[in-house]
Protein backbone atom coordinates (compact mmCIF):
# COMPACT_ATOMS: atom_id res chain seq x y z
CA UNK A 1 0.00 0.00 0.00
CA UNK A 2 2.61 2.34 0.82
CA UNK A 3 4.62 1.09 -2.50
CA UNK A 4 1.36 2.11 -3.99
CA UNK A 5 0.53 5.02 -2.58
CA UNK A 6 3.88 6.83 -3.10
CA UNK A 7 3.83 6.02 -6.94
CA UNK A 8 1.50 9.41 -7.35
CA UNK A 9 3.37 11.25 -5.05
CA UNK A 10 6.31 10.45 -7.22
CA UNK A 11 4.30 11.56 -10.55
CA UNK A 12 3.02 15.09 -8.67
CA UNK A 13 6.47 15.37 -7.60
CA UNK A 14 8.23 17.19 -11.16
CA UNK A 15 5.04 19.38 -11.89
CA UNK A 16 6.01 20.79 -8.44
CA UNK A 17 9.45 21.20 -9.07
CA UNK A 18 8.66 23.08 -12.16
CA UNK A 19 6.45 25.12 -10.49
CA UNK A 20 9.12 25.74 -8.23
CA UNK A 21 11.49 26.73 -11.32
CA UNK A 22 9.17 29.12 -13.04
CA UNK A 23 11.31 31.70 -14.10
CA UNK A 24 10.00 35.01 -12.71
CA UNK A 25 7.83 37.17 -14.18
CA UNK A 26 7.77 40.60 -16.10
CA UNK A 27 7.47 42.46 -13.19
CA UNK A 28 10.08 40.74 -10.95
CA UNK A 29 12.19 41.46 -13.85
CA UNK A 30 11.54 45.30 -14.31
CA UNK A 31 12.11 45.63 -10.24
CA UNK A 32 14.76 43.98 -9.77
CA UNK A 33 16.47 46.18 -13.39
CA UNK A 34 15.08 49.11 -11.06
CA UNK A 35 16.57 47.90 -8.15
CA UNK A 36 19.85 46.62 -9.78
CA UNK A 37 20.27 50.36 -11.38
CA UNK A 38 19.64 52.26 -8.12
CA UNK A 39 22.34 49.71 -6.26
CA UNK A 40 24.68 50.32 -8.74
CA UNK A 41 24.57 54.09 -8.43
CA UNK A 42 24.46 53.97 -4.37
CA UNK A 43 27.58 52.03 -4.40
CA UNK A 44 29.12 54.64 -6.93
CA UNK A 45 28.51 57.81 -4.57
CA UNK A 46 29.34 55.56 -1.36
CA UNK A 47 32.74 55.06 -3.05
CA UNK A 48 33.34 58.63 -4.21
CA UNK A 49 32.20 59.91 -0.24
CA UNK A 50 33.97 57.42 1.05
CA UNK A 51 37.61 57.62 -1.54
CA UNK A 52 37.26 60.62 -3.43
CA UNK A 53 35.86 63.36 -1.39
CA UNK A 54 37.84 63.08 1.76
CA UNK A 55 40.97 64.01 0.31
CA UNK A 56 39.26 66.41 -1.75
CA UNK A 57 37.76 68.53 1.65
CA UNK A 58 40.81 68.08 3.00
CA UNK A 59 42.68 69.77 0.59
CA UNK A 60 40.05 72.49 0.15
CA UNK A 61 39.91 72.93 4.07
CA UNK A 62 43.63 73.41 3.84
CA UNK A 63 43.19 76.04 1.49
CA UNK A 64 40.47 78.04 2.84
CA UNK A 65 42.61 78.17 6.40
CA UNK A 66 46.69 78.27 6.40
CA UNK A 67 46.94 76.40 9.83
CA UNK A 68 44.56 73.97 11.76
CA UNK A 69 45.08 72.28 13.96
CA UNK A 70 44.35 68.44 14.04
CA UNK A 71 41.91 67.94 16.71
CA UNK A 72 39.53 70.63 14.72
CA UNK A 73 40.71 68.72 11.20
CA UNK A 74 39.59 65.67 12.29
CA UNK A 75 36.29 67.28 14.03
CA UNK A 76 35.13 68.51 10.87
CA UNK A 77 36.14 65.27 8.51
CA UNK A 78 34.03 63.58 10.72
CA UNK A 79 31.67 66.28 10.41
CA UNK A 80 31.79 65.79 6.64
CA UNK A 81 31.52 62.28 6.20
CA UNK A 82 28.57 61.80 9.30
CA UNK A 83 27.02 64.14 7.17
CA UNK A 84 27.85 62.61 4.02
CA UNK A 85 26.57 59.01 5.20
CA UNK A 86 23.26 60.27 6.62
CA UNK A 87 22.60 61.86 3.11
CA UNK A 88 23.55 58.95 1.43
CA UNK A 89 21.78 57.19 3.07
CA UNK A 90 18.41 58.96 2.83
CA UNK A 91 19.28 59.33 -1.05
CA UNK A 92 19.39 55.60 -1.00
CA UNK A 93 16.44 54.82 0.38
CA UNK A 94 14.42 57.66 -1.11
CA UNK A 95 15.80 56.19 -4.35
CA UNK A 96 14.99 52.75 -3.70
CA UNK A 97 11.17 53.88 -2.72
CA UNK A 98 11.08 55.50 -5.64
CA UNK A 99 11.83 52.83 -7.98
CA UNK A 100 9.61 50.51 -6.39
CA UNK A 101 7.02 53.08 -7.11
CA UNK A 102 7.82 53.08 -10.39
CA UNK A 103 8.98 49.85 -11.02
CA UNK A 104 4.81 48.52 -9.46
CA UNK A 105 3.09 51.57 -11.76
CA UNK A 106 5.25 50.40 -14.82
CA UNK A 107 4.65 47.00 -14.13
CA UNK A 108 1.04 46.95 -14.06
CA UNK A 109 0.25 48.79 -17.09
CA UNK A 110 2.79 46.78 -19.02
CA UNK A 111 1.82 43.24 -17.69
CA UNK A 112 -1.76 44.33 -17.73
CA UNK A 113 -1.14 45.17 -22.08
CA UNK A 114 0.74 42.17 -22.55
CA UNK A 115 -1.99 39.92 -20.57
CA UNK A 116 -4.52 41.83 -22.57
CA UNK A 117 -2.18 40.96 -25.91
CA UNK A 118 -2.13 37.21 -24.85
CA UNK A 119 -5.36 36.50 -23.90
CA UNK A 120 -6.82 37.96 -26.94
CA UNK A 121 -4.10 35.67 -28.99
CA UNK A 122 -5.31 33.10 -27.07
CA UNK A 123 -8.75 33.92 -28.39
CA UNK A 124 -8.14 34.10 -31.88
CA UNK A 125 -6.00 30.71 -31.64
CA UNK A 126 -9.11 29.29 -30.22
CA UNK A 127 -11.20 30.12 -33.54
CA UNK A 128 -12.45 33.81 -32.14
CA UNK A 129 -11.27 35.73 -34.87
CA UNK A 130 -13.39 38.78 -34.44
CA UNK A 131 -11.11 39.82 -31.05
CA UNK A 132 -9.61 43.19 -31.05
CA UNK A 133 -7.26 44.94 -28.57
CA UNK A 134 -7.64 48.61 -27.92
CA UNK A 135 -3.97 50.94 -27.99
CA UNK A 136 -1.91 50.19 -24.78
CA UNK A 137 -0.57 53.79 -24.57
CA UNK A 138 2.47 52.39 -23.67
CA UNK A 139 4.74 53.97 -26.88
CA UNK A 140 5.14 53.38 -30.82
CA UNK A 141 6.79 49.83 -30.04
CA UNK A 142 3.34 48.05 -28.53
CA UNK A 143 1.15 50.85 -30.86
CA UNK A 144 2.41 48.83 -33.15
CA UNK A 145 2.15 45.66 -32.45
CA UNK A 146 -1.60 46.20 -31.07
CA UNK A 147 -2.02 47.46 -34.56
CA UNK A 148 -0.21 44.36 -36.25
CA UNK A 149 -2.14 41.93 -33.96
CA UNK A 150 -5.45 43.72 -35.28
CA UNK A 151 -4.67 43.45 -38.95
CA UNK A 152 -3.89 40.17 -38.37
CA UNK A 153 -6.93 39.46 -36.30
CA UNK A 154 -9.16 41.27 -39.17
CA UNK A 155 -7.14 39.42 -42.08
CA UNK A 156 -7.94 35.71 -40.23
CA UNK A 157 -11.76 37.10 -39.87
CA UNK A 158 -12.20 37.26 -43.36
CA UNK A 159 -10.57 34.45 -44.62
CA UNK A 160 -12.82 32.57 -42.07
CA UNK A 161 -15.80 34.63 -43.55
CA UNK A 162 -14.32 33.55 -46.93
CA UNK A 163 -14.06 29.94 -46.36
CA UNK A 164 -17.62 29.80 -44.82
CA UNK A 165 -19.44 31.41 -47.63
CA UNK A 166 -17.39 29.22 -50.24
CA UNK A 167 -18.20 26.05 -48.06
CA UNK A 168 -21.57 27.13 -48.56
CA UNK A 169 -21.62 28.48 -51.85
CA UNK A 170 -20.18 25.07 -52.99
CA UNK A 171 -22.58 22.91 -51.41
CA UNK A 172 -25.51 25.24 -53.19
CA UNK A 173 -23.61 24.77 -56.69
CA UNK A 174 -22.96 21.10 -56.14
CA UNK A 175 -26.18 20.46 -55.23
CA UNK A 176 -27.71 20.76 -58.65
CA UNK A 177 -25.05 18.44 -60.48
CA UNK A 178 -24.94 15.34 -58.06
CA UNK A 179 -28.41 15.25 -57.79
CA UNK A 180 -28.62 15.14 -61.89
CA UNK A 181 -26.32 12.59 -61.51
CA UNK A 182 -27.75 10.30 -59.24
CA UNK A 183 -30.93 10.63 -60.97
CA UNK A 184 -29.80 9.13 -63.85
CA UNK A 185 -27.39 6.42 -62.23
CA UNK A 186 -30.93 5.68 -60.26
CA UNK A 187 -32.43 5.68 -63.67
CA UNK A 188 -30.28 3.50 -65.18
CA UNK A 189 -30.07 1.03 -62.07
CA UNK A 190 -34.13 0.93 -62.13
CA UNK A 191 -34.03 -0.39 -65.44
CA UNK A 192 -35.86 3.17 -66.36
CA UNK A 193 -33.82 4.66 -68.54
CA UNK A 194 -31.39 2.99 -71.07
CA UNK A 195 -27.06 3.76 -70.52
CA UNK A 196 -27.13 5.15 -74.41
CA UNK A 197 -24.65 7.56 -75.76
CA UNK A 198 -27.63 10.76 -75.04
CA UNK A 199 -28.04 9.44 -71.16
CA UNK A 200 -23.66 9.47 -70.93
CA UNK A 201 -23.81 12.66 -72.58
CA UNK A 202 -26.21 14.58 -70.00
CA UNK A 203 -24.02 12.32 -67.29
CA UNK A 204 -20.49 13.85 -68.88
CA UNK A 205 -22.45 17.23 -68.82
CA UNK A 206 -22.65 17.96 -65.30
CA UNK A 207 -19.12 15.78 -64.49
CA UNK A 208 -17.79 19.04 -66.73
CA UNK A 209 -19.71 21.36 -64.77
CA UNK A 210 -18.40 19.75 -61.41
CA UNK A 211 -14.61 19.88 -62.81
CA UNK A 212 -15.16 23.71 -64.63
CA UNK A 213 -16.62 24.31 -60.90
CA UNK A 214 -13.21 23.06 -59.18
CA UNK A 215 -10.78 24.69 -61.70
CA UNK A 216 -12.68 28.31 -60.61
CA UNK A 217 -12.66 27.58 -57.08
CA UNK A 218 -8.66 26.74 -57.46
CA UNK A 219 -8.11 29.71 -59.73
CA UNK A 220 -9.91 32.77 -57.48
CA UNK A 221 -8.43 31.25 -54.46
CA UNK A 222 -5.01 31.42 -55.81
CA UNK A 223 -5.64 34.79 -56.93
CA UNK A 224 -6.82 36.44 -53.48
CA UNK A 225 -4.43 34.49 -52.00
CA UNK A 226 -1.51 36.22 -53.59
CA UNK A 227 -0.28 32.87 -55.33
CA UNK A 228 -0.82 33.05 -58.92
CA UNK A 229 2.14 32.44 -60.82
CA UNK A 230 2.41 35.90 -62.78
CA UNK A 231 5.00 36.66 -65.47
CA UNK A 232 4.69 40.52 -66.28
CA UNK A 233 6.07 41.72 -69.30
CA UNK A 234 5.47 44.71 -71.49
CA UNK A 235 2.59 43.96 -73.61
CA UNK A 236 0.34 46.16 -76.44
CA UNK A 237 -3.14 46.24 -75.55
CA UNK A 238 -4.65 46.52 -78.79
CA UNK A 239 -2.90 42.74 -79.60
CA UNK A 240 -4.28 41.71 -76.59
CA UNK A 241 -8.00 42.55 -77.66
CA UNK A 242 -7.28 41.56 -80.93
CA UNK A 243 -6.62 38.27 -79.96
CA UNK A 244 -9.18 37.65 -77.14
CA UNK A 245 -11.92 38.88 -80.22
CA UNK A 246 -10.67 35.96 -82.26
CA UNK A 247 -10.76 33.70 -79.98
CA UNK A 248 -14.35 34.70 -78.70
CA UNK A 249 -15.59 34.93 -82.80
CA UNK A 250 -16.84 31.36 -83.64
CA UNK A 251 -18.80 31.29 -80.34
CA UNK A 252 -20.40 34.54 -81.15
CA UNK A 253 -21.29 33.69 -84.69
CA UNK A 254 -22.89 30.57 -83.38
CA UNK A 255 -24.79 32.51 -81.41
CA UNK A 256 -25.74 35.44 -83.73
CA UNK A 257 -24.00 38.38 -81.63
CA UNK A 258 -22.22 40.55 -83.21
CA UNK A 259 -18.55 41.23 -81.74
CA UNK A 260 -16.79 44.03 -82.62
CA UNK A 261 -13.11 45.54 -81.38
CA UNK A 262 -13.54 49.61 -81.60
CA UNK A 263 -9.76 50.21 -80.67
CA UNK A 264 -8.75 53.31 -82.54
CA UNK A 265 -5.83 54.84 -80.14
CA UNK A 266 -2.26 54.76 -80.36
CA UNK A 267 -1.77 53.48 -77.09
CA UNK A 268 1.12 53.09 -74.46
CA UNK A 269 2.36 49.41 -73.78
CA UNK A 270 1.40 47.82 -70.37
CA UNK A 271 2.62 46.07 -67.56
CA UNK A 272 0.78 42.46 -67.31
CA UNK A 273 0.94 38.51 -67.72
CA UNK A 274 -0.56 37.76 -71.44
CA UNK A 275 -2.36 34.84 -70.39
CA UNK A 276 -3.73 36.64 -67.23
CA UNK A 277 -5.12 39.06 -69.02
CA UNK A 278 -6.61 36.93 -71.78
CA UNK A 279 -8.38 35.12 -69.34
CA UNK A 280 -10.08 38.31 -67.77
CA UNK A 281 -11.18 39.46 -71.26
CA UNK A 282 -12.39 35.86 -72.37
CA UNK A 283 -14.47 35.64 -68.95
CA UNK A 284 -15.51 38.68 -70.00
CA UNK A 285 -16.53 37.93 -73.59
CA UNK A 286 -18.32 34.77 -72.23
CA UNK A 287 -20.78 36.88 -69.68
CA UNK A 288 -21.09 38.98 -71.98
CA UNK A 289 -22.59 36.34 -74.92
CA UNK A 290 -24.77 34.68 -72.10
CA UNK A 291 -26.80 38.03 -71.39
CA UNK A 292 -27.11 39.22 -74.74
CA UNK A 293 -29.43 37.76 -77.12
CA UNK A 294 -28.97 37.02 -80.43
CA UNK A 295 -28.69 40.35 -82.97
CA UNK A 296 -27.47 41.98 -79.73
CA UNK A 297 -23.39 43.40 -79.81
CA UNK A 298 -20.56 43.46 -77.50
CA UNK A 299 -17.51 45.72 -78.23
CA UNK A 300 -14.60 45.19 -77.13
CA UNK A 301 -11.72 48.52 -76.95
CA UNK A 302 -8.45 49.41 -75.47
CA UNK A 303 -8.07 53.15 -74.59
CA UNK A 304 -6.41 55.39 -72.24
CA UNK A 305 -7.20 55.26 -68.89
CA UNK A 306 -6.42 57.12 -65.70
CA UNK A 307 -3.14 58.96 -65.33
CA UNK A 308 -0.82 55.72 -65.27
CA UNK A 309 -3.29 53.26 -66.49
CA UNK A 310 -4.96 51.79 -70.20
CA UNK A 311 -8.22 50.66 -70.06
CA UNK A 312 -9.82 47.91 -71.67
CA UNK A 313 -13.60 47.70 -71.71
CA UNK A 314 -16.27 45.55 -72.62
CA UNK A 315 -19.99 46.77 -73.87
CA UNK A 316 -22.75 44.78 -74.85
CA UNK A 317 -26.36 45.38 -75.40
CA UNK A 318 -27.73 42.97 -73.40
CA UNK A 319 -29.86 42.33 -70.54
CA UNK A 320 -28.02 45.35 -68.30
CA UNK A 321 -28.36 45.27 -64.68
CA UNK A 322 -30.26 47.16 -61.75
CA UNK A 323 -28.39 49.28 -59.40
CA UNK A 324 -28.83 47.27 -56.66
CA UNK A 325 -27.24 44.46 -58.14
CA UNK A 326 -23.78 46.46 -59.10
CA UNK A 327 -22.12 46.53 -55.59
CA UNK A 328 -22.62 42.36 -56.06
CA UNK A 329 -21.60 41.58 -59.55
CA UNK A 330 -18.00 40.24 -58.61
CA UNK A 331 -19.49 38.06 -55.57
CA UNK A 332 -18.89 34.64 -55.52
CA UNK A 333 -21.96 32.77 -56.98
CA UNK A 334 -23.74 35.41 -56.65
CA UNK A 335 -26.85 35.96 -59.90
CA UNK A 336 -28.27 38.84 -61.03
CA UNK A 337 -31.10 36.55 -62.73
CA UNK A 338 -31.65 33.84 -59.83
CA UNK A 339 -34.14 31.49 -62.18
CA UNK A 340 -31.26 31.36 -64.56
CA UNK A 341 -30.30 27.66 -64.59
CA UNK A 342 -26.20 27.38 -64.10
CA UNK A 343 -26.05 24.68 -66.25
CA UNK A 344 -26.74 26.82 -68.99
CA UNK A 345 -22.92 29.12 -68.08
CA UNK A 346 -20.65 29.31 -66.26
CA UNK A 347 -19.35 28.03 -62.93
CA UNK A 348 -20.78 31.28 -61.86
CA UNK A 349 -17.59 32.88 -60.48
CA UNK A 350 -16.03 33.47 -63.71
CA UNK A 351 -16.41 37.85 -62.42
CA UNK A 352 -14.73 37.01 -59.70
CA UNK A 353 -12.06 35.65 -61.01
CA UNK A 354 -11.80 38.65 -63.63
CA UNK A 355 -11.42 40.43 -60.43
CA UNK A 356 -9.20 38.31 -58.67
CA UNK A 357 -6.89 38.44 -61.56
CA UNK A 358 -6.93 42.00 -62.23
CA UNK A 359 -6.03 43.11 -58.91
CA UNK A 360 -2.81 40.45 -58.36
CA UNK A 361 -1.68 42.45 -61.60
CA UNK A 362 -1.54 45.64 -59.61
CA UNK A 363 -5.05 46.92 -61.86
CA UNK A 364 -8.92 47.39 -61.12
CA UNK A 365 -11.86 45.98 -62.33
CA UNK A 366 -15.88 47.99 -62.19
CA UNK A 367 -19.09 47.69 -63.90
CA UNK A 368 -21.90 50.18 -65.03
CA UNK A 369 -25.02 49.85 -66.11
CA UNK A 370 -28.03 52.04 -66.86
CA UNK A 371 -30.42 49.48 -65.73
CA UNK A 372 -32.41 46.16 -67.09
CA UNK A 373 -32.31 45.91 -70.72
CA UNK A 374 -29.86 48.93 -71.02
CA UNK A 375 -26.13 46.66 -71.58
CA UNK A 376 -23.46 46.37 -69.22
CA UNK A 377 -20.20 48.07 -69.38
CA UNK A 378 -17.15 46.00 -67.73
CA UNK A 379 -13.73 47.95 -67.31
CA UNK A 380 -10.35 46.58 -66.65
CA UNK A 381 -7.57 49.45 -65.86
CA UNK A 382 -3.85 47.88 -66.07
CA UNK A 383 -0.96 49.44 -64.94
CA UNK A 384 0.90 51.69 -68.00
CA UNK A 385 4.47 50.26 -68.77
CA UNK A 386 6.76 53.90 -68.13
CA UNK A 387 10.00 52.35 -69.22
CA UNK A 388 11.25 53.21 -72.35
CA UNK A 389 10.44 50.44 -75.50
CA UNK A 390 14.51 49.03 -75.02
CA UNK A 391 14.08 48.78 -71.28
Do not use: C, W
Not at 327 to 335: D, L
Amino acid sequence: MNVGASAPSARRAPSAQARRRRPPGLGTRLFLAQFLVVLVGGATVLLLVTVVGPPLFRRHLRQAATEVDAATSQHVEEAFRSATALSTTVAMAAALVAALLVSVFATRRVVRRVDSLAQAAEQVAAGRYDVRVTATGLGDEFGKLSAAFNVMAARLDAVEGTRRRLLADLAHEMRTPVAVLDAYLEGVQDGLARLDSETVAALRNQTARLGRLAEDISAVSRAEEGLLDLQIERLDPAELVRTAVAAAADRFTAKGVTLLDTTSHELPHILADRDRVGQVLGNLLDNALRHTPASGSVAVEAKPGEPGFVTLTVTDTGEGIRAEHLPHVFERFYRVDRSRDRAHGGSGIGLTIAKAVTEAQGGRIAVTSHGAGAGSTFTVQLPMATAPAGG
